[in-house]
């Protein structure tokens, strides 16, 4: 493992700019446990200073030191990407795995309840949804509110790849080596499916921070946690850019582009390394 | 008159990924000639770099495979090409096709599936000289495919309604509308049926012999050779190991790799034991010093293991890399 | 399972597929009314040859399992393999019934390392108890073929040769100590001369080990090498079947005989006969669905009553054959015999 992340910084120039952007943001989260300021509270600090050697990122309108705001805002909306991610993986991974080694019923049902959630309009949906649950409609339940939303694409997908594996030889080799069903599925086929889930997680994990941030600026979710998408509708609620409070705005772009830049260089090159036929085919194998 | 003429050609597979470099020397020191009006055999066991040269002397020479030394000429007569310097476009333009054509196992690369077969004539007739009259290269094409034997309702179909063989003899029609001075078929019936084999390797005979022209087939099948080719060349581990006319390869022959090669096929009528060689063919990034057979050979000498043979004639039209057989010894 | 009990014993299997839409398709009858047998007491390899499309892939699959026949049975040590519907009893059949696939580079999965299978099928079969006791019986296994677990431990499929995985994959095939192997095209996919070390090892198995092949292949050489007794398929009929030596040697059918002369012999000077010019076919529907004799079309003999209807099997010599041309005893000179 240690000799992986060793080859890949060595050898993927941008592998090495994803661990500088993305190292960035881990320390912002990391500094978020030990932020002098609590978020919740306002009027802590003179308001709309500019960027300072005391304030990092400048005050807010509302009298919040930026950069240890932001801390939060980051840590919230990488969990929530994080927690989507890995509900929505999960779930692909399960219904794509069955419904192709299974086929018959099982395929149809399976596909049916994906198919429905793939044509369900989303964001009206997360409209209403924020609407009814107003108050409980945290960052962990939005997270499973959009795990639930994003896996059936992926699910299809993993399932055409599963077809196909059950044709090939290997599977006939498991099989009569007595390997049950299960198994073969964990052994054979993931390794295969795998590829596909890492490369749509980068995607996955994107989508569910733009649609929090699409929600939070359109005012309809817990307006008082702190993430990326809460920062925006704040500084757009004390029209920041008119005001003059340009940091305000322009800070958490910043943030967010480097936390979405990070991520994809990273995603793309530890995508490339796993697949094992590009490696095959670089190393002439 | 020499048709294609291939000097000392090294061409290397040079590949560098996540700090391993790897150097695969697949054609190391290839010398031979081509003669108008033959059929050229090349045999060997599977990367043993027949594919590589095949490759370098058609002009596919793509990254990561580069010609590092030596020299393929060719003389058509009025025009001739110097394949490690010739442009892509020139290539495509003169030669491709109209000069030297290609074909490959499997049909289905050159044979667009999407698309009837007279679709594809016409796409490759296009792009060498426009079809003015549509009637009458539908009517040059069906005479064409009729004069080889095929029946004129495949061109009216798509690939994926024939057969394998009759795939590959329309890969083969495709391969000679041009009437090209070489045609390089590469393992053309490896995946046929015995009888379907037949039958496409006639229609390659019957055409070199109506044209007079030359074709270069690669096939690691011996019995092939014997029924197919003029002159057959063997290659191991990217070297020659010999050379030499049909007859003399499968009544006389000298290297210990050619011997093993025509012994170990089974044949109808005899059930007598046949040995196969021991190991495997060598990896050609990591070679055997000295002569590469070596690890392999039942005759091996101690300076086989240190020096590599130089590929000498012993008799006319006949070369061979062993140090078993001493300069004109036959 | 008795003395006179038949290791496998095929009886009047059809399999028939409908290809084309639900409304209007056609039936392709790729294995029509095959029966053979192989006996328990005397190993032996019983080749079935044929061409594409011949359905010997079909009957193939069938045996292993991934079909059911239309019609007709399949017994295995006299048991009916269509009844057998527990996990349990499957286990049991597949320990006795192990294959070999066509494709070395597809038999095990490029991402998975080449002996796992091997300790898979170890653990599943329950060949061995402990991990030390697992690597004892892979290693003998892989012996057996001429490798050892020291060459192949933790090996991609890439970085052996295809002669090495098929080792590999008869030394999977042989861990459950198997009375049948069923061997699909084994040796088509590699190199000519590299075939023998393969083939080789079938012989030895049969006559050191006494375990019986089911050798498929449209090889016809390789078969006369290995095989005791043969049969070859067109278009799913058993047109001919016997000792090898008689069927190949004399083949009485004109499609074996077509078959036999299209094997390019390693030898120049016998060039003539394989040089004859022949008939190829177009498309295989056609061929299949003709009346009568599927060899109709192309043979260089052919009556008008071989069109009519299909052939009987006629006992020639020690060789069944399913002609017109042996009917009532027509004393007609089989091809290949030397005058």
Known sequence: ?285 | ?330 | MSANEKLLDVQHVTVEFHIGGLLAGTLLTAVNDVSFSLESDKPEIFTLAGESGSGKTTLSRLLLRDLEPTRGKVLFEGRDVSTIRKRAEFIEFMKQVQPVFQNPFDTFSPLRRVDAYLFDTVKNFRMASNRRDAARVVDNALRNVGLSLDEVKQRYPHELSGGQIQRVSVARALISEPKLILADEPVSMVDASLRMEIVNLFKKLRDEQGVSVLYITHDLATAYYISDRIGIMLRGYVVESGPVEDVLERPAHPYTQLLKESVPEPAPEKRESWAKHIELGTTEVKEYGRIGCKFAGRCPQVMDICREADPPDIQVGRQTVKCYLYAEHVETPQAGAQP
């Not at chain 1, 800070?251 to 697949?275: C, K, M, Q, R, W």
């Not at chain 2, 000498?301 to 020096?307: F, I, L, N, Q, S």
Request: proline share 5%; hydrophobic share 45%; charged share 15%.
């Open chain 1, 1 to 285: 493992m240690l000799k992986v992340l060793r080859d890949l910084l060595r050898y993927d120039g941008r592998f090495r700019l994803a661990i500088i952007l993305l190292g960035g943001v881990v320390a912002m989260v990391l500094l978020s446990y030990d932020s002098p300021y609590d978020p919740g509270k306002s009027f802590v600090v003179p308001w709309d200073l500019p960027p300072s050697r005391e304030h990092l990122f400048g005050t807010t309108s509302r009298g919040q030191d930026l950069f240890w705001w932001l801390t939060f805002a980051v840590r919230n909306s990488l969990y929530l990407g994080i927690v989507t991610a890995i509900i929505s993986r999960v779930i692909s991974v399960l219904v794509g795995l069955t419904a192709g080694y299974r086929g018959g019923w099982i395929d149809r049902v399976l596909m049916a309840i994906s198919d429905t959630f793939v044509v369900l309009p989303l964001l009206p949906i997360l409209i209403l949804l924020s609407f009814l649950l107003r108050d409980s409609m945290n960052l962990l339940n939005l997270a499973i509110i959009l795990g639930l939303f994003g896996w059936s694409f992926d699910a299809r997908l993993i399932r055409s790849q599963v077809l196909s594996l059950r044709e090939r030889s290997f599977t006939r080799t498991a099989i009569y080596s007595g390997t049950s069903g299960f198994w073969i599925t964990i052994n054979e086929h993931l390794p295969f499916v795998l590829p596909i889930v890492f490369a749509t997680t980068l995607n996955n994990i994107l989508w569910s921070i733009g649609m929090e941030v699409t929600l939070s600026v359109l005012g309809l979710s817990d307006l008082t946690t702190p993430t990326l998408g809460t920062a925006l509708f704040w500084a757009n609620q004390h029209g920041a850019l008119v005001a003059g409070v340009w940091w305000w705005i322009t800070a958490p772009a910043v943030v967010t582009a480097i936390l979405f830049l990070g991520l994809y260089l990273l995603f793309t090159s530890i995508n490339e390394f796993i697949d094992p036929r590009t490696r095959l085919r670089l190393i002439g194998g």
């Open chain 2, 1 to 330: 008159m020499t048709l294609l003429s291939v000097q000392n050609l090294h061409a290397y597979y040079r590949t560098e990924a996540y700090g391993i470099s790897r150097t695969v020397r697949a054609v190391d020191g290839v010398s031979f000639d081509l003669f108008p009006n033959e059929i050229y055999g090349v045999a060997g066991e599977s990367s043993c770099g027949k594919t590589t040269l095949i490759k370098v002397i058609s002009g596919s020479i793509k990254h990561p495979l580069k010609a590092f030394e030596g020299s393929v000429n060719y003389n058509f007569g009025d025009y001739k090409v110097d394949m490690l310097q010739i442009s892509q476009s020139e290539l495509r333009r003169n030669v491709r096709w109209k000069r030297i054509s290609y074909v490959m196992q499997g049909s289905m690369s050159v044979l667009n599936p999407v698309r009837k077969v007279i679709k594809t004539f016409e796409d490759i007739v296009d792009t060498h000289e426009h079809i003015t009259d549509k009637n009458e290269f539908l009517q040059r094409t069906r005479t064409h495919v009729n004069r080889l034997g095929l029946p004129t309702d495949v061109l009216n179909a798509y690939p994926h309604q024939l057969s394998g063989g009759m795939r590959q003899r329309v890969a083969i029609a495709l391969a000679t509308v041009f009437q090209p001075a070489l045609i390089i078929a590469d393992e053309p019936t490896t995946a046929l049926d015995v009888v379907v084999q037949r039958g496409v390797l006639h229609m390659i005979k019957d055409i070199q012999a109506k044209s007079n022209n030359t074709v270069l087939l690669v096939t690691h099948d011996m019995a092939v050779h014997a029924n197919v080719a003029d002159r057959v060349m063997i290659m191991y581990a990217g070297r020659i190991a010999e050379e030499a006319p049909t007859e003399s390869i499968f009544n006389a022959p000298l290297h210990p790799y050619t011997q093993h090669l025509i012994n170990s096929l089974p044949v109808i009528g005899e059930k007598s034991t046949k040995a196969s060689l021991k190991g495997s063919p060598p990896n050609l990034a990591d070679p055997p010093s000295g002569c590469r057979f070596h690890p392999r050979c039942p005759y091996v000498m101690d300076e086989c293991r240190t020096v590599a043979p130089d590929l000498i004639s012993v008799k006319e039209r006949h070369r061979v890399a062993c140090h078993l057989v001493k300069e004109g010894s036959q």
